[in-house]
């Protein structure tokens, strides 16, 4: 049994049952527990849990009630789940890469925990995770990601490892029955759009594209309907309910759905220093994701470009 600080919602939970599945990931000096059914639908009954939650800590908020502080009762080996990467972002091929790195080293795992870029990037700095997905687009400089992490992180020195570059875009129903081609497009009034939540990379290209073609967020029919993930927009998508959402080409493949480019963004992986000493896995995984088959099997997803892949660099703040 362990105590860990609870993160995110548990919804009409009775406490007392000890039926809720958790992910366990020790970061710095504590244990990070979330409810596996927060990976979403379909990777709530594929991921293991590492235990099941037992209630409020004595320390908590009070006898019978979930408080910040939570036991959970482990179905783990404690040492294997202290190999546990957590990393919070929006690539799903993050849980492939977790794949891999069981071929480097068996007993170590990944859970990604999907969130946009500065969700991602504010759970880093809260110690809830080991790293950070981002891809933010400088407006003014073109460049990726590392001008966004100099104006956002301070007090440490950090690396920053490309997972991949990846195609972003608007996804569009399969044929593209509504002729959409360009942004300004989205301002017509038989279109509707689904949108990413505020902070994803996505919606931080579509408010840049908005602007520069003179329109508001007003202009666009369902621009307040919200996608919790690229995958989530695609579905949206193909089920009807929208007809065209800023996302990445590999979702619009996987659902069969078209796309049309509009830039070439760096996903990045963004590590604290002192974690790679305090964490030997992700050194593992670092190995695991420059393999020449790794990269081969992103590449086959769609929309990726791996030749800088595992590049590394420093950042250093105040």
Known sequence: MIEGELIGELG??????????????????HYVVRPVRALGELLAYMVPADGLLLGGAVNGRGAGKIGKRVRVQLLRDRRVIEQEIAIAGCDPAIFLAGEYLRRYKETATVTGWTMGSSAALE??????????????????????????????????????VTFAAWEEGLIVR??????????????????????????????????????????????VRGYDLVADSHFQVARRISEGSADVGMGVRSAANLFGLDFIPLQQSRYDLVVPKSYLTALPSIGNL????????????????????????????QLRVQ
Do not use: C, W
Not at 138 to 145: I, P, Q, R, V, W
Not at 290 to 304: C, D, K, M, N, P
């Open 123 to 160: 759970a880093l700095k809260r110690h809830e995770v080991h790293m950070a997905g981002l891809h933010i687009v400088d407006e003014k400089t073109g460049e990726s990601n590392i001008p966004y992490l100099r104006k956002h992180l301070r007090g440490d020195d950090y690396l920053i």
């Open 174 to 219: 399969q044929g593209n029955p509504k002729d959409i081609r360009k942004i300004d497009d989205l301002s017509r009034r038989d279109i509707t759009l689904i949108n990413r939540e505020k902070g994803a990379g996505a919606r931080h290209l579509l408010d840049q594209r908005l602007e520069k073609e003179g329109l508001q967020s007003q202009d």
């Open 286 to 313: 670092l190995e695991a994701i420059v393999s020449r088959q790794f990269r081969t099997e992103i590449e086959a997803l769609g929309g990726y470009d791996t030749r800088e892949t595992g590049k590394i660099r």
């Open 12 to 29: 009409q939970v009775d406490v007392n049952h000890t039926s809720v599945r958790v992910k366990v990931a020790r970061v710095e000096d």
